[in-house]
Protein backbone atom coordinates (compact mmCIF):
# COMPACT_ATOMS: atom_id res chain seq x y z
CA UNK A 1 0.00 0.00 0.00
CA UNK A 2 1.04 3.64 -0.55
CA UNK A 3 0.70 6.53 1.90
CA UNK A 4 -2.05 9.47 0.45
CA UNK A 5 -0.77 12.77 -0.09
CA UNK A 6 1.01 14.44 1.75
CA UNK A 7 2.24 11.55 4.32
CA UNK A 8 5.58 10.37 3.22
CA UNK A 9 7.60 7.73 5.01
CA UNK A 10 11.07 6.76 6.04
CA UNK A 11 13.72 5.38 8.57
CA UNK A 12 13.98 7.59 12.01
CA UNK A 13 17.24 8.84 13.10
CA UNK A 14 18.11 9.59 16.56
CA UNK A 15 17.28 12.92 16.72
CA UNK A 16 13.94 11.98 16.32
CA UNK A 17 13.29 10.44 19.56
CA UNK A 18 10.98 12.98 21.60
CA UNK A 19 8.68 13.38 18.74
CA UNK A 20 8.72 9.71 18.45
CA UNK A 21 7.98 10.00 22.33
CA UNK A 22 5.25 12.76 21.33
CA UNK A 23 3.08 10.12 18.97
CA UNK A 24 3.61 7.64 21.85
CA UNK A 25 2.29 10.13 24.72
CA UNK A 26 -0.29 11.44 22.55
CA UNK A 27 -1.56 7.47 21.96
CA UNK A 28 -1.34 6.69 25.90
CA UNK A 29 -3.23 10.15 26.63
CA UNK A 30 -5.83 8.59 24.23
CA UNK A 31 -6.10 5.32 25.40
CA UNK A 32 -5.85 5.46 29.44
CA UNK A 33 -5.62 10.13 30.14
CA UNK A 34 -1.61 9.58 31.02
CA UNK A 35 1.59 9.14 29.60
CA UNK A 36 2.89 5.84 30.43
CA UNK A 37 5.62 5.13 27.41
CA UNK A 38 8.59 8.03 27.43
CA UNK A 39 11.37 8.95 25.86
CA UNK A 40 13.92 7.34 27.59
CA UNK A 41 11.34 3.94 27.40
CA UNK A 42 11.50 4.09 23.69
CA UNK A 43 15.38 5.20 23.49
CA UNK A 44 16.19 1.29 25.39
CA UNK A 45 14.44 -0.12 22.74
CA UNK A 46 16.67 2.01 20.07
CA UNK A 47 19.58 0.83 22.01
CA UNK A 48 18.88 -2.71 21.93
CA UNK A 49 22.01 -5.04 20.34
CA UNK A 50 20.73 -5.99 17.00
CA UNK A 51 18.42 -3.55 16.56
CA UNK A 52 19.00 -0.70 13.50
CA UNK A 53 17.38 2.10 13.04
CA UNK A 54 17.92 2.55 9.17
CA UNK A 55 15.75 -0.94 8.53
CA UNK A 56 13.70 -1.76 11.52
CA UNK A 57 11.97 1.54 12.42
CA UNK A 58 10.07 3.25 10.17
CA UNK A 59 8.16 6.77 10.75
CA UNK A 60 4.91 8.88 9.59
CA UNK A 61 6.00 12.35 8.54
CA UNK A 62 3.04 14.80 7.08
CA UNK A 63 3.67 17.95 4.76
CA UNK A 64 5.28 20.29 7.67
CA UNK A 65 7.75 17.08 8.15
CA UNK A 66 6.02 17.04 11.74
CA UNK A 67 6.13 12.77 12.63
CA UNK A 68 2.61 11.54 13.31
CA UNK A 69 3.09 7.83 13.22
CA UNK A 70 5.79 5.20 14.17
CA UNK A 71 6.49 1.71 13.85
CA UNK A 72 9.51 -1.05 14.55
CA UNK A 73 10.31 -4.91 14.20
CA UNK A 74 12.97 -6.36 16.75
CA UNK A 75 14.00 -9.68 16.54
CA UNK A 76 13.32 -11.31 20.23
CA UNK A 77 15.48 -14.51 20.54
CA UNK A 78 15.91 -16.84 17.65
CA UNK A 79 12.35 -17.44 16.52
CA UNK A 80 10.11 -14.83 16.99
CA UNK A 81 9.82 -11.22 16.15
CA UNK A 82 8.04 -8.24 18.45
CA UNK A 83 6.54 -5.02 16.62
CA UNK A 84 4.89 -2.36 17.72
CA UNK A 85 2.86 0.34 16.08
CA UNK A 86 0.85 3.61 16.06
CA UNK A 87 -0.19 6.96 14.38
CA UNK A 88 -1.61 9.89 16.51
CA UNK A 89 -4.76 9.95 17.40
CA UNK A 90 -5.36 13.06 15.34
CA UNK A 91 -3.77 11.53 12.09
CA UNK A 92 -6.24 7.83 12.20
CA UNK A 93 -8.56 6.60 9.59
CA UNK A 94 -6.21 8.22 6.84
CA UNK A 95 -4.75 4.93 5.96
CA UNK A 96 -1.10 5.03 7.60
CA UNK A 97 -1.48 2.12 10.00
CA UNK A 98 -1.37 -0.25 6.83
CA UNK A 99 1.47 1.42 5.37
CA UNK A 100 3.43 1.00 8.58
CA UNK A 101 1.92 -2.43 8.94
CA UNK A 102 2.48 -3.31 5.41
CA UNK A 103 7.03 -2.13 6.17
CA UNK A 104 6.45 -4.64 9.78
CA UNK A 105 5.33 -7.53 8.20
CA UNK A 106 8.15 -7.24 5.27
CA UNK A 107 11.28 -6.81 7.69
CA UNK A 108 9.89 -9.20 9.64
CA UNK A 109 9.68 -11.50 6.83
CA UNK A 110 13.27 -10.78 6.03
CA UNK A 111 14.51 -10.81 9.82
CA UNK A 112 12.75 -14.97 10.27
CA UNK A 113 13.37 -16.16 6.95
CA UNK A 114 13.88 -19.58 6.58
CA UNK A 115 14.05 -19.65 10.31
CA UNK A 116 11.70 -23.00 11.60
CA UNK A 117 8.49 -22.71 13.34
CA UNK A 118 9.20 -18.35 13.33
CA UNK A 119 5.99 -16.21 15.08
CA UNK A 120 5.35 -12.23 14.11
CA UNK A 121 3.80 -10.76 16.97
CA UNK A 122 2.03 -7.01 17.18
CA UNK A 123 1.16 -5.47 20.08
CA UNK A 124 -1.56 -2.79 20.22
CA UNK A 125 -3.63 -1.16 22.96
CA UNK A 126 -6.11 -3.49 23.90
CA UNK A 127 -9.10 -1.15 23.69
CA UNK A 128 -8.29 -0.47 20.23
CA UNK A 129 -11.13 -2.13 17.78
CA UNK A 130 -9.88 -1.35 14.51
CA UNK A 131 -6.04 -2.04 15.22
CA UNK A 132 -7.31 -5.79 16.32
CA UNK A 133 -9.72 -6.15 13.00
CA UNK A 134 -6.68 -5.28 10.80
CA UNK A 135 -4.59 -7.76 12.33
CA UNK A 136 -6.67 -10.11 12.35
CA UNK A 137 -7.37 -9.45 8.30
CA UNK A 138 -3.91 -10.55 8.07
CA UNK A 139 -4.07 -14.09 9.97
CA UNK A 140 -3.02 -12.79 13.27
CA UNK A 141 -4.53 -14.09 16.25
CA UNK A 142 -5.24 -12.76 20.07
CA UNK A 143 -2.53 -14.68 22.23
CA UNK A 144 -1.69 -12.74 25.34
CA UNK A 145 -3.04 -9.82 27.56
CA UNK A 146 -0.39 -7.67 29.35
CA UNK A 147 -0.63 -4.75 31.92
CA UNK A 148 1.42 -1.91 32.93
CA UNK A 149 1.28 -1.44 36.52
CA UNK A 150 2.46 1.21 38.75
CA UNK A 151 2.22 2.38 42.30
CA UNK A 152 2.60 6.70 43.21
CA UNK A 153 4.90 7.12 46.03
CA UNK A 154 4.26 9.75 48.47
CA UNK A 155 7.06 10.71 51.13
CA UNK A 156 9.73 7.96 52.59
CA UNK A 157 8.41 4.75 51.70
CA UNK A 158 9.52 1.91 54.09
CA UNK A 159 11.73 -0.73 52.88
CA UNK A 160 10.00 -3.51 54.74
CA UNK A 161 11.53 -6.71 56.22
CA UNK A 162 13.20 -9.41 54.49
CA UNK A 163 11.49 -12.81 55.21
CA UNK A 164 13.63 -15.11 57.69
CA UNK A 165 16.82 -16.29 56.82
CA UNK A 166 16.96 -13.99 53.50
CA UNK A 167 19.37 -11.53 53.11
CA UNK A 168 18.40 -8.86 50.30
CA UNK A 169 21.53 -6.72 49.21
CA UNK A 170 23.30 -4.45 46.41
CA UNK A 171 24.92 -5.17 43.53
CA UNK A 172 28.26 -5.46 42.32
CA UNK A 173 28.41 -5.34 38.41
CA UNK A 174 31.91 -6.56 38.34
CA UNK A 175 30.67 -9.87 40.16
CA UNK A 176 27.61 -10.75 40.99
CA UNK A 177 25.53 -10.52 37.24
CA UNK A 178 26.12 -13.82 36.38
CA UNK A 179 24.53 -14.55 38.95
CA UNK A 180 21.70 -12.48 38.59
CA UNK A 181 21.16 -13.50 35.14
CA UNK A 182 21.13 -17.46 36.19
CA UNK A 183 18.58 -16.86 38.44
CA UNK A 184 16.10 -14.56 36.49
CA UNK A 185 16.99 -17.59 33.78
CA UNK A 186 15.41 -20.34 35.81
CA UNK A 187 12.81 -18.17 37.49
CA UNK A 188 11.39 -17.46 33.76
CA UNK A 189 11.93 -21.08 32.54
CA UNK A 190 8.25 -21.43 32.60
CA UNK A 191 6.87 -17.97 31.40
CA UNK A 192 4.70 -17.65 28.05
CA UNK A 193 6.83 -16.71 24.54
CA UNK A 194 10.12 -16.49 27.13
CA UNK A 195 13.44 -17.14 25.50
CA UNK A 196 16.71 -17.23 27.24
CA UNK A 197 18.75 -14.38 26.37
CA UNK A 198 22.74 -15.44 26.42
CA UNK A 199 24.12 -13.69 29.28
CA UNK A 200 26.68 -11.13 27.07
CA UNK A 201 23.81 -10.30 25.28
CA UNK A 202 21.38 -9.73 28.29
CA UNK A 203 24.21 -7.53 30.16
CA UNK A 204 25.29 -5.84 27.34
CA UNK A 205 21.65 -4.53 26.33
CA UNK A 206 21.30 -3.74 29.83
CA UNK A 207 25.20 -1.69 30.04
CA UNK A 208 24.85 0.08 26.84
CA UNK A 209 21.67 1.51 27.79
CA UNK A 210 21.69 5.03 28.72
CA UNK A 211 19.07 4.43 31.57
CA UNK A 212 21.58 1.98 33.10
CA UNK A 213 22.29 1.87 37.06
CA UNK A 214 22.96 -1.24 38.81
CA UNK A 215 22.88 0.95 42.24
CA UNK A 216 19.16 -0.12 41.80
CA UNK A 217 19.37 -3.32 41.01
CA UNK A 218 18.81 -6.30 43.76
CA UNK A 219 19.84 -9.71 44.93
CA UNK A 220 18.21 -12.11 47.19
CA UNK A 221 20.65 -14.89 48.59
CA UNK A 222 19.78 -17.96 51.35
CA UNK A 223 22.89 -18.10 53.18
CA UNK A 224 25.20 -17.77 50.01
CA UNK A 225 22.75 -19.18 47.35
CA UNK A 226 21.31 -16.54 44.66
CA UNK A 227 17.67 -17.20 44.85
CA UNK A 228 16.05 -14.28 43.05
CA UNK A 229 16.59 -10.69 41.72
CA UNK A 230 15.62 -7.66 40.35
CA UNK A 231 16.27 -5.20 37.81
CA UNK A 232 15.50 -1.75 38.00
CA UNK A 233 16.03 1.03 35.39
CA UNK A 234 15.03 5.33 35.37
CA UNK A 235 13.38 6.34 32.51
CA UNK A 236 12.36 9.62 32.52
CA UNK A 237 10.91 10.70 35.55
CA UNK A 238 9.69 7.55 36.99
CA UNK A 239 11.61 4.30 37.96
CA UNK A 240 10.94 0.83 36.04
CA UNK A 241 10.98 -2.69 37.31
CA UNK A 242 12.06 -4.15 34.24
CA UNK A 243 12.72 -7.76 35.74
CA UNK A 244 11.82 -9.78 38.70
CA UNK A 245 12.08 -13.28 39.28
CA UNK A 246 12.01 -16.05 42.53
CA UNK A 247 13.39 -19.69 42.01
CA UNK A 248 10.82 -21.97 42.50
CA UNK A 249 12.36 -23.59 45.34
CA UNK A 250 11.94 -20.19 47.04
CA UNK A 251 8.62 -18.82 46.01
CA UNK A 252 5.94 -18.55 48.45
CA UNK A 253 8.19 -17.06 51.07
CA UNK A 254 7.11 -12.95 50.21
CA UNK A 255 10.80 -12.63 48.88
CA UNK A 256 9.74 -10.70 45.66
CA UNK A 257 7.47 -8.70 47.92
CA UNK A 258 10.21 -7.81 50.04
CA UNK A 259 12.27 -7.31 46.65
CA UNK A 260 9.54 -4.73 45.35
CA UNK A 261 8.76 -2.71 48.56
CA UNK A 262 12.88 -2.20 49.05
CA UNK A 263 12.93 -1.12 45.28
CA UNK A 264 10.22 1.69 46.16
CA UNK A 265 11.90 2.66 48.59
CA UNK A 266 15.04 3.20 46.79
CA UNK A 267 13.62 4.76 44.43
CA UNK A 268 11.34 7.47 46.37
CA UNK A 269 14.43 7.96 48.38
CA UNK A 270 16.03 9.41 45.06
CA UNK A 271 12.84 11.50 44.63
CA UNK A 272 10.61 9.55 42.14
CA UNK A 273 7.32 9.72 42.42
CA UNK A 274 5.87 6.80 40.73
CA UNK A 275 7.12 3.07 39.79
CA UNK A 276 6.10 0.88 36.74
CA UNK A 277 6.27 -2.58 35.70
CA UNK A 278 4.98 -5.01 32.67
CA UNK A 279 3.42 -8.00 33.61
CA UNK A 280 1.95 -10.90 31.84
CA UNK A 281 -1.95 -10.61 32.60
CA UNK A 282 -2.15 -14.51 32.75
CA UNK A 283 1.11 -15.15 34.70
CA UNK A 284 0.92 -18.68 36.13
CA UNK A 285 2.99 -17.74 39.42
CA UNK A 286 0.64 -14.87 40.72
CA UNK A 287 2.76 -12.14 39.59
CA UNK A 288 -0.21 -9.60 39.53
CA UNK A 289 -1.88 -10.54 42.66
CA UNK A 290 1.51 -9.23 44.13
CA UNK A 291 1.72 -6.62 42.87
CA UNK A 292 -1.79 -5.10 43.53
CA UNK A 293 -0.92 -6.47 47.01
CA UNK A 294 2.18 -4.04 46.84
CA UNK A 295 -0.27 -1.14 46.00
CA UNK A 296 0.56 -1.21 42.30
CA UNK A 297 -2.96 -0.76 40.02
CA UNK A 298 -3.53 -1.52 36.04
CA UNK A 299 -2.18 2.20 34.63
CA UNK A 300 -2.78 0.60 30.56
CA UNK A 301 -4.16 -2.63 29.08
CA UNK A 302 -2.58 -3.87 25.76
CA UNK A 303 -2.59 -7.27 23.97
CA UNK A 304 -0.20 -9.38 21.46
CA UNK A 305 -1.15 -10.77 18.47
CA UNK A 306 0.49 -13.18 16.83
CA UNK A 307 0.85 -15.48 12.91
CA UNK A 308 3.09 -18.23 12.62
CA UNK A 309 5.47 -17.18 9.29
CA UNK A 310 3.99 -19.01 6.36
CA UNK A 311 7.53 -19.38 5.09
CA UNK A 312 8.50 -21.21 8.65
CA UNK A 313 9.47 -25.04 8.94
Do not use: C
Not at 20 to 29: M, R
Not at 226 to 239: F, H, I, M, S, T
Amino acid sequence: MTLPNPYAIRAPAHHDLEAVAAVFAADDIDDVGEVVLDADFIGSAWNRSGFDLATDAWVVVDDAGTIVGYAHAMRDGPDVVDSWGLVHPAQRGQGLGPVLLDRIEERAGQLLAGVPDAKFRQSVNAGDRAAAAMLQGRGLRLVRHFWHMGIDLEGPVPAGRAPEGIEIVGVDPHLDLPAMHAVLIEAFADDWGYHPEPFDEWADDYAGSPNYDPTMWLLARDGAEPVAALVAQVYGDRGWVSEIGVLKSHRGRGIADALLRRSFAMFAERGFGRVMLNVDAENPTGATALYERVGMRIIKRWDLWERLQPDAG
